[in-house]
């Protein structure tokens, strides 16, 4: 018997997460605070998803609406096709126990009974598997993080990586298809989180699907997606790839003044020569980039996909378009459109950003008449 | 075993010493019931099957002549089942040692042949020890007296002759009072080695058992009334009859009096325990916070988990179950078999007692459960969020008075420190006050219990102030028993004292109630009594007569004033109630006070007494003694008989010998629960330690010693401590009522005085103390121990 089951996905075409509109308020002493503003997340099957922002940012919150340690003031979470703002507390403990494997940062194993216990427990509440096969499973997880030497040692005899380890293992312990990691390697040294990260990137492809919280932005960087989170929003993470120098806050600013803009493929967006005023970032689909040529077909210069940006040479040219953009014959393209004015104001504050696209511009200015030229 | 069972054993054993204190918490409260109900069934069984087996008498008539026409005359009385005659003499045991031993002869030509109050042989024998000429077969609690069987014992009789007899074994007489009681041995002789005593072979006495109602005492009264008369009838002189807790053992209401009050005291104790456990439940369940938040995340349900608790919790008290029963059932069956020795009974083969058993259960599962659900139900409950989040050091400071911090700078920040500990987690500290509270104010009640008992002693000392106390047996007069005694060293005063028969006729139809008069003279300096109402007896007084308790409590509405009827040897007086007293104790029949002047003339023997008091000069044990000896050779040279002589030290020493039992069995009990009240101080301050591990590592980091941490912890305990004795103090005034009039009512059969003293104050203050020191001691050591990296890295 192999030690997952193919994840399946219980919820037919939709996401295996589904975060829709979720507020969620803490009362204060001096108010009610609003940890988490709008939040709108989709997280597919079999995706790695890193969730990175500040300490206060709302991460745990988030991820705590995931795992429904925690309930939306607002707001709908699907997980796996089930409604986990709709459980009650006993119900949603048996549905976590069997959806949902939690690895902690630090680790959270009962000190008082051994590794392999530990590894037990989840199949003894949810009673997953047969008395007889639970051990037999604890020890081939405990050998996949190759510890199964340690299976019958209190945890507390165990270094930091092997207890996450662990930790890992005990998630992995009733075969759920979704596993949530709060900050699994924040609490290790670099090789031992690299070891843990390769864990992980193993897990994905054998189908799991994958969700961590991290401060580390360069681990981030090595799952498929990331979403950013500031004070309680989610900055469009295509905002995020298309400016990553700017701060977390002009990026949230971008997010909240960027205007959604869907254009069926094949529709030409704007064509060269035009006025322009507008800024545009891709988070869905391809455009194209067309120069066209007199007396000869047009020559696509460039195809950007989402997390690209265009729209940015005329911003530093008397803002007249210096190329065609057209959505790509495949796909609807969806993009985020900021008026110049706006991208005035948020590269007057981050100049590094202003020379980071003003580089790019450049830089495509050069492609653009290179293409032009050798065609 | 699954692993969340493994888990709950993890709980049970790897934390030791908290398992150990939980368990010895819930064990206390068990054990007490345990042994309370073990001993009471035990003693009560034993005594009475013993009691019952001998088949007992109800009544005695004592009256001149009897013979045994009159045996079978007051056989044929209507409710009579069996009447046997007694013939009786005494003497008074030769003895190098200081003791007054009496020896009460009873004759019988085979001992085994009695058929009631019959006699059985000694524990591990089959059979009585036969019975020869010039000798005596004695009642077995007289074994300490130290004689061995085929000693030659020398007695004197009452002419001053001696004689030597030879113990020929001993027997066991359950339905008599125990030599330790009374100090006198009762021996059977044969009809002829009566006669060569100086006694006779006539009956002196009728043991009588009623035919139905045995243990009901108006029944039997006017049954062994019905007899006295039919034996008046027939021309013989009653003296007395003696009716005595009829159908049990002498010490049957004691026993039930002494199991009841300790049976409250244990159930207070369980209570006390239920606290406690509260309170180790709390903070168990604190700690494992995390861990349940931790279970709950990996999909343990809200009933899983609690149940998890519930097994845990029953485990602690399974395991203390499973402890105390043997333990109370063995400290029953030693602690019975003593007592069955003191009380005179033998001990039957100790059965285990289901019903005990069941309360133990009860009382050490269904207790700590019903103490536990709450706690429990509170943290199961925790969300996973609230669990794993990390808190930090604690909170829940409120902004402080600045008068108060200003007030507080002439303490040590330190001491603040532990005075501000001590009160951060107030239903902690609640819990941990009241049952030291409680614990206190029973120990102090207890206490003052003991120390009421010495009043009621002094009380009834005033009854008895003579140091020495010489009975006649007959009337002698008294200027001439009073010279001889007077010329006697040591000898301050002498008064002449009469006792008297009587019988009090309530209304014509129904058989009188026998009474005794007292008649000192209307000038003694000899009596103190405690006058409820009216006056004590004055100078030219004549039928005025003054009433007891014991009397009211026969006929309650006699009142100052009312007019008395009573039957002296055939001839109806009257007599005026001007007071009444009050004596505590069993006194039977009830004595009347009169004035000796009015009486010895009323009975044609004026100028002669029946008892003459002694006050010596020095007042203590030897002077009393010295001078009971000499005044005796005094007598005996002038062929004067003495009786017996009763000093005052022996007197207050045999009370205090009964009182002080029960007030150990009591001391016994509050110092369980001053253990429980320790266990609840040292739990509470282990958890405090515990709760605070993280505060001790920033003490730590900032420069706090050994010394500092332990002070800390240390002073905290003593102020809970000191506070819970101030509390106490208060507490223990009604509860000293309670006891009193508890214990009054079932030992004494009247509410006994309360006497608040300070010792118990004191001795609980210096328990306290040292308690305190003690149950802090050990947290206060672990806290000491903690090291930063501990306290502040733990996760």
């Known amino acids: ?375 | 075993m699954s692993s969340r069972w493994k888990k709950v054993w993890a709980d049970f054993w790897g934390n030791k010493s908290r398992t150990i204190l939980t368990v010895l918490t819930i064990m206390v409260g068990t054990f007490a019931i345990g042994f309370n109900n073990n001993l009471s069934a035990y003693m009560l069984e034993s005594m009475d099957s013993d009691y019952q087996s001998a088949s007992p008498s109800e009544a005695e008539v004592y009256a001149y002549p009897l013979n045994d026409d009159m045996v079978k005359l007051a056989r044929e009385v209507p409710g009579v089942d069996a009447v046997e005659g007694l013939s009786m003499s005494g003497a008074k045991l030769v003895r190098s040692d200081e003791q007054p031993i009496q020896i009460q002869f009873i004759a019988t030509d085979n001992p085994s042949q009695l058929t009631l109050n019959r006699v059985k042989p000694v524990t591990g024998e089959t059979s009585l020890p036969p019975l020869g000429e010039h000798e005596i077969l004695v009642d077995a609690s007289a074994i300490p007296a130290g004689y061995k069987v085929g000693d030659i014992i020398t007695v004197e009789l009452s002419n001053g002759k001696q004689r030597q007899l030879k113990l020929a074994g001993y027997m066991h007489a359950v339905t008599g009072f125990p030599f330790s009681f009374t100090q006198t041995m009762y021996a059977f002789v044969t009809p002829k080695t009566m006669e060569w005593l100086g006694g006779s072979s006539d009956y002196s006495g009728l043991s009588i058992s009623v035919a139905e109602n045995q243990t009901d005492a108006k029944h039997v009264t006017e049954v062994a009334q019905a007899v006295s008369d039919r034996l008046k009838r027939a021309g013989a002189e009653v003296y007395y009859v003696s009716v005595y807790q009829p159908g049990h053992h002498f010490a049957w209401n004691i026993t039930q009096g002494i199991f009841f009050v300790l049976n409250v005291l244990g159930y207070m104790i369980v209570f006390l325990s239920g606290f406690l456990i509260i309170n180790t439940v709390t903070a168990l369940m604190t700690q494992q916070t995390r861990q349940i938040g931790i279970m709950k995340a990996v999909g343990g349900g809200t009933g899983q988990i609690f149940g998890m608790y519930v097994v845990l919790i029953l485990g602690f008290g399974l395991a203390a179950f499973l402890i105390a029963i043997p333990l109370a059932n063995s400290a029953a069956e030693s602690f019975g078999g003593g007592m069955a020795t003191y009380l005179n009974f033998a001990p039957m083969p100790y059965p285990g007692y289901p019903s005990a058993i069941i309360q133990q259960a009860i009382v050490s599962m269904l207790v700590p459960l019903l103490a536990a659900i709450w706690p429990i139900y509170n943290s199961v409950r925790v969300t996973v969020r609230e669990a794993v989040s990390d808190y930090g050091i604690g909170g829940n400071a409120k902004p402080k008075d600045k008068a108060v911090s200003r007030a507080a700078l002439w303490i040590s920040r330190p001491m603040r420190l532990s005075l501000r500990n001590a009160f951060r987690r107030k239903l902690r500290l609640s819990l941990t006050l009241v049952t030291l509270v409680l614990a206190g104010a029973i120990f102090i009640g207890v206490y003052n219990l003991w120390a009421s008992f010495d009043q009621t002693i002094k009380d009834i000392q005033g009854y008895f102030l003579a140091d020495v106390n010489i009975s006649f047996g007959r009337y002698y007069r008294y200027e001439e028993v009073a010279s001889i005694a007077e010329k006697v060293p040591g000898v301050q005063s002498v008064e002449g004292w009469t006792e008297y028969p009587g019988t009090l006729i309530r209304d014509e139809e129904t058989a009188g109630t026998q009474i005794m008069f007292m008649a000192p003279p209307s000038t003694s300096t000899l009596i103190d009594p405690v006058i409820t109402s009216g006056r004590w007896l004055e100078t030219g007084d004549e039928n005025a007569i003054v009433i007891g308790n014991h009397l009211l409590n026969v006929f309650p509405d006699l009142k100052v004033g009312d007019w008395l009827t009573i039957d002296i040897d055939g001839r109806k007086t009257q007599w005026q109630i001007v007071g009444t007293y009050t004596i505590t104790g069993n006194v039977s029949p009830p004595l009347l006070y009169v004035n000796y002047e009015y009486l010895s003339k009323l009975v044609g023997r004026p100028g002669q007494v029946y008892s003459l008091r002694v006050l010596t000069t020095g007042h203590d044990a030897v002077t009393q003694k010295n001078v009971r000896d000499q005044i005796q050779k005094l007598y005996e040279a002038n062929g004067i008989q003495f009786g017996s002589a009763q000093l005052g030290a022996d007197f207050i020493r045999d009370q205090k010998a009964q009182t002080d039992i029960l007030v150990y069995f009591m001391l016994a009990m509050a110092t369980m629960i001053a253990v429980v009240g320790g266990l609840g101080l040292m739990g509470t301050m282990s958890i405090n330690v515990l709760e605070r591990t993280r505060e001790i590592g920033v003490m730590r980091a900032i420069g706090a010693s050994n010394g500092d941490i332990q002070s800390i912890v240390i002073v905290e305990g003593m102020v809970v401590g000191l506070i819970s004795w101030a509390v106490s103090i208060v507490l223990s005034l009604p509860i000293t009522n309670i006891l009193c009039y508890g214990v009054g009512m079932a030992l004494l059969t009247s509410p006994m005085q309360a006497v608040y003293g300070l010792s118990g104050i004191f001795a609980w203050l210096t328990f306290t103390l040292a308690l305190a020191a003690i149950a802090s001691a050990w947290p206060a050591r672990r806290a000491s121990r903690l090291t930063v990296r501990d306290t502040l890295a733990y996760e």
């Not at chain 1, 308020?25 to 922002?53: M, P, Q, R």
């Not at chain 1, 706006?342 to 580089?359: F, H, I, K, N, P």
């Open chain 1, 1 to 375: 018997m192999s030690l997952f089951s193919k994840p399946k996905n219980d919820n037919g075409d939709h996401a295996m997460i589904h975060l829709r509109d979720v507020h969620k308020y803490y009362k204060t002493a001096i108010g009610d605070y609003h940890a988490l503003n709008s939040i709108d997340l989709e997280i597919e099957a079999g995706e790695f998803v890193s969730i990175i922002g500040k300490s206060g940012s709302g991460k745990s919150t988030l991820l705590n609406m995931i795992t429904g340690i925690d309930r939306p003031t607002s707001g709908e979470v699907f997980v796996n096709g089930t409604g986990v703002h709709t459980m009650g507390e006993n119900k949603m403990a048996r549905w976590r126990g069997k959806n949902l494997g939690i690895v902690f940062q630090f680790f959270q194993l009962l000190p008082t009974i051994s590794v392999i216990e530990n590894i037990m427990l989840p199949m003894d509440f949810c009673r997953t598997y047969p008395m007889r096969q639970r051990e037999k499973r604890a020890l081939e997880l405990l050998e996949m993080v190759e510890l199964a030497d340690h299976a019958y040692k209190l945890p507390t005899a165990l270094s930091g990586g092997q207890q996450q380890r662990i930790a890992i293992a005990r998630a992995l312990a009733n075969d759920p298809p979704v596993i949530i990691a709060d900050e699994p390697t924040g609490n290790l040294d670099s090789k031992t989180a690299e070891s843990v990260f390769a864990l992980f990137n193993d897990l994905v492809a054998k189908g799991k699907t994958i969700i961590i919280v991290t401060h580390d932005s360069g681990l981030a960087k090595r799952t498929h997606r990331t979403a950013l989170i500031a004070d309680g929003e989610i900055v469009n993470e295509y905002v995020a790839r298309a400016m990553p120098t700017l701060t977390q806050d002009q990026m949230l600013w971008a997010t909240r003044n960027a205007k959604e803009q869907t254009f069926e493929a094949g529709t030409m967006i704007f064509t060269e020569g035009s006025s322009a005023d507008t800024f545009y970032i891709v988070s869905r689909g391809t455009v194209d980039v067309v120069l066209p040529r007199p007396g000869q077909s047009d020559v696509i210069a460039l195809q950007l996909g989402p997390g690209k940006f265009f729209g940015e040479m005329a911003y530093f040219h008397d803002r007249r378009r210096r190329a065609s953009i057209r959505a790509s014959e495949h796909s609807t393209v969806e993009v985020l459109a900021l008026s110049y004015d706006q991208l005035t104001e948020l590269l007057d504050q981050s100049e590094v950003t202003r020379e980071a696209l003003q580089q790019i511009a450049a830089k495509n200015e050069l492609v653009n008449a290179q293409k032009r030229g050798t065609s």
